[in-house]
C-alpha cells in the first residue's frame, strides 16, 4: 500500500493525500488538452483560453479520479472495513484499507463501487455538455465536459479487465470466492488473470508502435508493464498467506531478542548483537525497561563510523510509537497487513506489556517458506517453537567498516 505525500484534508472522514506524481499528470493533461485537444476541436482562439480551459480540465479530471476511490472507500466504511486513507499518484489513486472484506458480497460490492462512479460521471459530463451546446454556450466548454465524459468512461471500461490489481480483477475474485468458498484461491486467480492482462497490454502497446506508427503505444506497453508487476506481487502476497495459514505469531516470532539500553553506543551494538546474532534488528529499552524502539543497520549506516562510539543509540533508533505492536496469540497473516516499511517491516511482540519477541521481513519469509514446504509434501517445523531457517536464510555476520582516521 502507498502511504505519505502532501495531505490534502479528510472527506467523510477519510484522510486524503497526493504525492508528486499527480504534478506531473495534471501538469501533462493541462498542456496536452491545452496545445491538442481544445485547438484541434475549436481552433482560432488565444493560448490564454485554451490553457486556462485546459487547467480547469485537468483539476476535473483528477477530482474524478478522487471521486473514483472515495466510491470505494465509503462502500467498504459501510461494510465494515476501516479505511486508512486515499493517495493520488501517478496512476490514478489507491485507497488504503486495513481490514479486508470478510465475505465474497462485500467484495463485489466495494469493487464495483469504482467504475460505477466512473459510468455516473461520464454521463454526468456528457448530459452537462449537451446541456451547454443546447444553451449555446462556448463550444470550448463544451468540448471539454465531452472529453471528460469520454475519459471517465474510458476509465470505467479499464477498470473493468478482469485481472486484479484492477477493479475488474477484485470483481473476477469476488466471483470466483462466491463460486468456490475459498478466498485466497480466488484471489490467486485474480491475481493470475492480471498478469496476462498486463501481458496483452504490454503486446497491444508494442503492436501500436510497429504496425500503426504510434509512440502512444509506449504508454500503452508501460501501463500493461505496471499491472504485471502489481499483479505478481499481489499473487506473491497471497501465496504467502495461504502457506502460512492459522500459524501465530508465536510460532515465527524470533524469541526474546537480544536487547540494548538507550545509552549503549553505536558502536556496542553493532559489535554486539548486530554483528554476532542472526537478529537484523536489535530492540532499545528505556531506564525503565521499556521498549523506546528499534535499531537496525539502516539506522546505523545514516551514521559516520567515526561516530559509533561517542553516540548512543537512543539518537539513531526508529521509535517505538512508528513500530506495530502484535501479541504472540494474533494470527500471522492479520499481522503481515499491519507492517510498514516505514518501520523497516518490523513488529514488536509483547506479552501483558513485556517484550518476548520480535517479527520481521526475516522471520515472514521464513514462515513463508516452511509454509510452501509443508503445503508440498516438505518437512513442517516442529510445534512449540518457531520454525528453524531453511538453507537459503543464513545467519547475519557483518563486519563494520574501519572508521577513518
Do not use: C
Not at 101 to 129: D, H, K, Y
Not at 201 to 211: M, S, T, W
Amino acid at each position: 500500500m502507498r502511504q505519505g505525500g502532501l495531505r490534502l484534508g479528510r472527506i467523510f472522514g477519510i484522510n486524503v493525500s497526493a504525492d508528486l506524481g499527480v504534478l506531473f499528470i495534471g501538469g501533462l493533461l493541462t498542456w496536452s488538452l491545452a496545445t491538442a485537444v481544445l485547438p484541434q476541436s475549436e481552433p482560432g482562439l488565444s493560448g490564454g483560453a485554451y490553457w486556462s480551459v485546459a487547467a480547469i480540465g485537468a483539476v476535473l479530471f483528477l477530482g474524478s479520479l478522487l471521486a473514483h476511490e472515495m466510491s470505494h472507500s465509503v462502500i467498504a466504511q459501510r461494510n465494515g472495513i476501516e479505511v486508512e486513507g486515499i493517495t493520488l499518484w501517478l496512476f490514478g489513486g489507491v485507497a488504503q484499507f486495513k481490514n479486508e472484506a470478510t465475505n465474497a458480497g462485500a467484495e463485489f460490492r466495494i469493487a464495483v463501487a469504482g467504475p460505477a462512479m466512473s459510468f455516473f460521471l461520464s454521463g454526468a459530463f456528457l448530459g452537462a455538455a449537451f446541456g451547454l451546446s443546447t444553451a449555446g454556450a462556448p463550444d470550448l466548454y463544451v468540448v471539454l465536459l465531452t472529453w471528460l465524459g469520454l475519459i471517465n468512461g474510458l476509465l470505467a471500461v479499464f477498470n473493468l479487465l478482469p485481472g486484479a490489481p484492477l477493479d475488474g480483477g477484485r470483481i473476477l475474485g469476488a466471483a470466483l470466492w462466491k463460486l468456490r468458498g475459498d478466498r485466497l484461491r480466488s484471489k490467486i486467480s485474480a491475481a493470475r488473470a492480471g498478469r496476462f492482462v498486463g501481458l496483452l497490454l504490454i503486446a497491444a502497446g508494442f503492436a501500436e508502435i510497429f504496425f500503426l506508427g504510434s509512440y502512444g503505444g509506449l504508454w500503452t506497453a508501460f501501463i500493461g508493464w505496471f499491472l504485471f508487476g502489481a499483479a505478481r506481487m499481489e499473487e506473491a502476497h497471497y501465496v504467502g498467506e495461504r502457506a502460512l495459514g492459522d500459524l501465530p505469531v508465536s510460532a515465527a516470532m524470533a524469541r526474546d531478542p537480544q536487547v540494548v539500553r538507550s545509552w549503549t553506543t553505536v558502536a556496542d551494538t553493532v559489535n554486539g548483537p548486530l554483528r554476532w546474532t542472526s537478529q537484523t534488528a536489535v530492540p532499545v529499552l528505556d531506564f525503565g525497561g521499556h521498549v523506546a524502539g528499534v535499531v537496525t543497520m539502516n539506522q546505523v549506516k545514516r551514521l559516520p563510523a567515526e561516530h559509533w562510539a561517542d553516540t548512543e543509540v537512543a539518537k539513531v533508533m526508529l521509535p517505538a510509537a512508528f513500530i506495530p505492536a502484535v501479541a504472540p496469540s494474533d494470527k500471522l497473516t492479520e499481522v503481515m497487513e499491519r507492517l510498514r516499511p516505514e518501520a523497516e517491516g518490523l513488529a514488536l511482540v509483547l506479552s501483558e506489556g513485556r517484550l518476548v519477541g520480535l517479527i520481521g521481513p526475516a522471520e515472514v519469509q521464513r514462515s513463508v517458506t516452511i509454509g510452501r514446504m509443508a503445503g508440498s509434501g516438505g518437512p513442517t517445523p516442529t510445534s512449540g517453537g518457531p520454525p528453524p531457517p531453511p538453507p537459503v536464510v543464513p545467519v547475519q555476520h557483518w563486519d563494520p567498516p574501519v572508521a577513518s582516521r
